[in-house]
C-alpha cells in the first residue's frame, strides 16, 4: 500500500465474518495488523478499526490524531449526532465489502489525500486537495474553506465530483472533468474543461473516457447527460466521439448565462456509437 502502513484494530472485529480475510489481504500488502493493547502506542500512518458503543467518549487508548473507521455491527451508532462515532471516516456494519484498498482510501480521506480516480497513458485523473491550483476551476485557488467543504461533502459523502485532470510527464493540472447531479434533468452530468494552451491534443477525451469508466462502473451509473453551450463545437465533438447523442429540440437553462444549452445523452443500455435521439 503507498500510504496505509498499520491497521490497529478492536479486538472484537476478530470474530466478525470476512474480517480474517480482510486481515490476510493486509498482510499480503505488508500492512501491519494488530489488535488495540490497552496503553500501547499507535504508529504514525495507522488507520483504526473502532468498534461503536452506547457510550459517546472516545476509547481512552485511542489517540485522537489517527484516522479511524467505526464498526456498528448492532446499530449502536444511531442517534448519536455529534459523538465521535460521527467523526469517524466511514461507519461500516460488517467487512463482507471491506478490503485493502477501501482502508488505504480511508486513511487517505482522514489525512487530506486526494484519492486518485483513474490512470490513462498521458494523465492522472484526481481529487482536487486544498493545496491546488486550477485557472479553470477559480473556486479551487480563491477559496479555501470552499475547497474544504467540498471534498468533504461531495467526495467525502457521494465520492464523485469535479477532479483534477494531471498532466503525468509534469504534474501540471491542465483541466477538470468529473460527474456531479444534474438537477435540471434529475439525473447526473459529466462535465469538463481543458486550459487553453493544452486543447486539441485529445486530452479532454482522454480524461472523460476515464471518469465515465469510473462512473458506469465504480459508480453504478447507467445513464448520463452532458449541457454544452451551442457555440461550443469543441465540447460537442468531444460527448459525441464519447458516444453521447443530442436529443433534439431539448434544451436547458444555463445558470450561470441565462442562455440555453444544448442536452446530450449516453446510456449503458444501448450502443451509443449507433444511438441517435
Known sequence: MKYLKAVRYDPGCEKAPFFQRLLEELKKNEVQVL????????????LLILRASEKQEMPAQIPGSHPYVCWDPDGSSKGLKESWIRKAQCIIEGFDEVD????????QRGRGIPWTIAETERLILREF??????HIFPEISTEPDFTSKYIENMYGIFGYGIWAVVLKETGQIIGRAGVYDCSALDGFELGYAIESPFRQKGYAHEAC??????AENRLGLKEIYALIEPANQESIKVALSLGFRQIMGKTVKDERTSGELLVFFRSVFVDNAEKSV
Request: charged share 25%.
Open 100 to 107: 485493502a484498498d477501501f482502508l488505504e482510501k480511508m486513511f
Open 209 to 214: 473516457a476515464a471518469a465515465l469508466d469510473f
Open 35 to 46: 489488535p488495540f493493547k490497552s496503553g500501547g502506542t499507535v504508529q504514525e500512518g495507522s
Open 129 to 134: 486537495s486544498v493545496e491546488d491550483h486550477c
